[in-house]
Structure formats: C-alpha cells, structure tokens
C-alpha cells in the first residue's frame, strides 16, 4: 500500500468518532489520517479487517514495541474506537512483562502520562509493573526514569498511592506483647522484637537476655 493510500484511508462508519462527521453527502467517506505515524495507520486498517494488528512485531526492542501499542491505545482513543484500545492495551501488558530495567519504562511512561486519561489502564500497568519489580530501587542507576517522574508528577503521585495501601509491614516489625522466656519472669513487654536465633532482648524485668526467637509471642496490640 502506498504511503499516501495509508494516510489518507477510506474508512467507513467505524466506531463514535465518525457519527460526529457529517459525511451523509458523499459518496466516499473520507478521514484524514495524515497526523498519524504511517505505521499506525497500517495497523489501524489491519485491525479494521481482522479484529487485531501485528505492526509491532517488525520493532525490534520492547520499548518501541511498548511505544507502539500505547501510540495504537491513542489512536482507539481518538476514534472511540473501544476494542482496539483493549487489544492494544492487552498486547502492551504481555511485552511490559519482559522489561528488566527501569529506564526501559521512561519513554513509554513519558508517552503514556502525556495522555493519560487516554490509556488509563497502560498507565494503571506501568505503575504497577514499577512497583511490583521495585524498578525505582532496584537499580541504582534509573536517572531516565527518575527524569520522566519529575516530567510527569502523575507518575510519581501513582507511585507513592499504590505503595501506601500495598506495602505491609513485616510481622516483626509490628508492635507485640512478648513474655519473658525466663520461667521465674512474669514480665510482658510491648516491643519489637525479631523472630530470630541470632538477635536477642534484654527483658527489663529480670535483665537476663534472650534470643528473639525464644520470646513467646501474644496478641497485636
């Protein structure tokens, strides 16, 4: 297909966007699709006849393959074009999977976060993806993506929201009732105190040391 076949494509009614068009006085309906990357407008014209696209499958690393599926999200997006949105959406989730490194996210999180309301759920993706690898921390050396987070507050705003009701602390750093090991000690103390063989606590009643692991554990106060 030629290029200028590609971005000037004859479409049909497809989807809410083009309901908006008063295009009941021409014989050929006609959307202009010269904004769009001539790659996108091949995928989009694939999807349109087979429900699906494979334009990603000739780029050749994740991030322009992620950049890819968000670009084909937008283009669902601009034409309410609903499936695809879900399919390019879908296609995003199995190849972000595959990122080792959390400066393969910053070019894609840039894009993503320039639209956000647009593909919510990629971006609902990359900040679970984050999280879940602790990509931030991970790596000393994140300098791209720490940029893209300082572009793009909303990143880091998601980020910090999905830590706060996601990350538990460990049951030994929880404030507990213990009672002494010592069996002549009715002490109970409220304290932290680690579950371990190699870690000990002086009991302040009887000032005889003990392993953590030895403590006899009560209820979470």
Not at 129 to 148: G, P, R
Not at 169 to 190: L, W
Request: glycine content about 4%.
């Amino acid at each position: 297909m030629a290029d200028n076949a590609a971005k000037l494509a004859t479409l049909g009614v497809l989807g809410n966007f083009f309901d908006n068009y008063s295009l009941a006085d021409f014989t050929v309906r006609k959307i202009d699709l010269s904004d769009h990357d001539t790659a996108h407008v091949r995928a989009l014209l694939e999807y349109i006849y087979k429900s699906d696209y494979n334009g990603a499958e000739t780029v050749k690393n994740n991030v322009n393959k992620m950049v890819f599926h968000v670009n084909m999200c937008f283009v669902g997006d601009k034409y309410d074009i609903s499936e695809l949105k879900n399919v390019s959406t879908r296609k995003f989730q199995s190849v972000i999977g595959q990122v080792k490194q959390g400066n393969e996210l910053a070019e894609v999180s840039r894009l993503a976060y320039s639209g956000a309301s647009a593909v919510r759920t990629i971006c609902d993706s990359i900040v679970d993806y984050i999280f879940e690898k602790d990509l931030v921390t991970a790596c000393s050396d994140n300098k791209q993506l720490e940029e893209a987070m300082e572009a793009y507050p909303r990143l880091a705003i998601d980020l910090i929201k999905i830590r706060g009701p996601k990350t538990k602390k460990p049951k030994e750093a929880t404030e507990r009732q213990y009672c002494c090991p010592n069996k002549k000690c009715t002490c109970v103390v409220t304290a932290h105190i680690w579950d371990t063989p190699t870690l000990g606590y002086t009991c302040p009643a009887c000032a005889i040391w003990s392993y953590g692991n030895t403590w006899t554990r009560g209820l979470v106060k």
